[in-house]
């Protein structure tokens, strides 16, 4: 699946890094559009590949390659070239998609003005598919319908499974549903459709039948909390020294990226966090794509670990050079900092509602910090001249 975190939180950094003034307009490099903002709209033609971020996207010019759009609202109305990566609570495609489609959210609409010249993968609440396709279809919803030419296979999960008088499959059909359901003839031949049950086993009573009695003595002693947590600031403490002995000038630069913008460094860990979340939702939708999402789980872990790391080190070392300025930045020095911190935002959780949130924003704001360094690596290699570039430039010299 190419809708990656680089993708997502590139088009989305635009809206933080240009500032408000031009966030509703495309920021263009290297023939790709980059839009974010409340209510991006995609009004001039991207020669390459499109990514969109914002609470109501719209693609009103046509997209030469692929197209990425995260969204609220999600509005596709001019061509995509090849594939489009769709993702939000409502979705609708209403123009022609060149290669694969593959979306998710609430509600998903595929119009007839639109068309898939290859392979569509939906993942919704309610489904309409009107547009035909010229691949195979995969759907999953509660509320699924089909309205439209099919040429290869499909295979449709749904809770709700109807035909419209303009539903046809040429290849095989496989459905899963609570009950079979009579499909007509004009839709596919009899001898090559497949039923499964769908079966809805109450999770819950399993669950409760399983433990049983043994709840109340899940309860952790008052050791086993003091040796959880102690083990706790013990791993960190210790990740954090590889990480300053090994490598102390990425650290401070991690550091500093969380520091230099406090506001944008929240909004890209935000942004950051629910791209690595939304992925595992669009990997699912592939069946190539599900041994993924183990490997995408420890992404998520070990991005939640870095950020919280990096955060609570930015915020402490801040608070130290105010109260205790310290003389030489020693590592055993950065360590204590960081220990300090660690207890200090542990000991915050006690406190309601509050001490959450505020190790929350801790770890959203180290993410940011990460995110905002290797963005701003990106697009210095990307305006670097290349190594012939530069001979070339030597050569007209001499």
């Given amino acids: 699946m190419r809708l990656s975190l680089a993708a ?3 088009a989305a950094s635009v809206s933080f890094v240009t500032g408000p003034a031009i966030a509703e307009e495309a920021f263009t490099f290297g023939q790709d559009a980059y839009l974010a903002g409340t209510d991006p709209t995609l009004d001039q033609e991207a020669g390459r590949d499109a990514l969109l971020a914002g609470f109501s996207v719209v693609v009103d010019a046509e997209v030469g390659k692929d197209a990425h759009a995260t969204g609220f609202d999600v509005d596709i109305g001019a061509p995509i070239g090849a ?41 919704g609440g309610t489904i309409v598919v009107d547009a035909p396709v010229a691949g195979s279809l995969l759907a999953a919803a509660g509320d699924l319908t089909l309205d439209a030419a099919i040429s290869g296979d499909a295979q449709l999960t749904a809770g709700t499974l109807t035909f419209g008088p303009h539903a046809r499959i040429d290849g095989k059909l496989s459905y899963s549903a609570p009950e079979p359901i009579a499909i007509p003839a004009t839709v596919i031949a009899p001898e090559r459709v497949s039923f499964t049950k769908l079966e809805h086993p109450s999770q819950v009573s399993v669950v409760t039948e399983g433990v049983g009695q043994t709840i109340p003595n899940l309860w952790p002693s008052f050791f086993g909390i003091l040796f959880g947590f102690v083990f706790t600031l013990a791993f960190l403490v210790g990740l954090g020294w590889l990480f300053m002995h090994f490598s102390p000038r990425f650290t401070d630069q991690l550091r500093e990226a969380a520091i230099r913008e406090p506001g944008k460094a929240i909004g890209f ?56 300025k310290p003389a030489q930045p020693t590592i055993p020095v950065r360590l204590l900092v960081l220990a300090i911190g660690l207890i200090v935002f542990a000991l915050l959780n006690f406190i309601p509602f509050v001490g959450w949130l505020v190790n929350l924003l801790a770890v959203l704001f180290g993410m940011g910090g990460i995110a905002q360094y290797a963005i701003g690596r990106f697009l210095a290699r990307k305006a670097a001249p290349s190594p012939s570039a530069v001979l070339e430039s030597e050569g007209d010299g001499i």
């Fill in 269 to 324: 860990g935000i942004l950051g966090l629910a791209a690595l979340i939304g992925l595992v939702p669009l990997v699912a939708m592939t069946l190539i794509g599900i041994p993924l999402i183990p490997f995408i789980l420890l992404a998520i872990l070990l991005f939640w670990t870095g950020g919280y790391l990096i955060g609570v080190y930015a915020v402490s070392w801040q608070m130290a050079k105010v109260l205790a």
């Fill in 83 to 123: 594939d489009l990566y769709a993702l939000g609570f409502s979705v609708k495609v209403s123009a022609p998609v060149g290669e694969d489609l593959s979306a998710s959210g609430a509600n998903i609409r595929l119009s007839k003005a639109a068309s898939v010249g290859g392979n569509a993968r939906l993942v």
């Fill in 8 to 10: 997502i939180l590139v």
